[in-house]
């Protein structure tokens, strides 16, 4: 089975689920300036939201996504208020025609004054364990 895990991130909250579902997948995550160019059976795609909607540089990486590679997608993302952003992105992948798993990971990353330590160590856990949920979901 061949994973991939994808991710934008401007503040690093982001990227530290990113990691710790790659570990648990056993694969390295990539930032989404790394496009896919063969088949994968799952990819994991990651978000941000900010200033409340989806970041323009994941917006772009799915609209760039060729829909020949991607079997499936499992999402997660952080956010310090709302949690749109995996709905925004599972929308524009459906609408591209790419099969968007139902299971799916959010947490609160920190900004400013707001859930700072976020994502902490077990925020991390769980993503983590989503991972391994999504895997075995697959199976």
Do not use: W
């Amino acid at each position: 089975m061949n994973i991939e895990v994808r991710y934008h991130s401007r503040s690093g909250n982001t990227k530290k689920v990113a990691d710790a579902i790659a570990k648990a997948a056993g694969v390295q995550a990539k930032d989404c300036s790394i496009a896919i160019k063969e088949t994968v059976d799952l990819l994991f795609l990651g978000g941000s939201v900010y200033a409340f909607g989806l970041d323009d540089n994941t917006k772009n990486y799915i609209n760039d996504l060729n829909t020949e590679y991607v079997k499936s997608v499992a999402l997660f993302g952080t956010s310090a208020i709302v949690k749109t952003g995996n709905q925004e992105m599972a929308k524009l992948l459906r609408d591209k025609g790419i099969t968007v798993m139902q299971r799916n990971f959010h947490c609160y990353g920190g900004f400013t004054v707001l859930h700072r330590g976020h994502p902490n160590a077990e925020d991390l856990k769980q993503a983590a364990a989503f991972a391994l949920a999504a895997l075995d979901e697959l199976k």
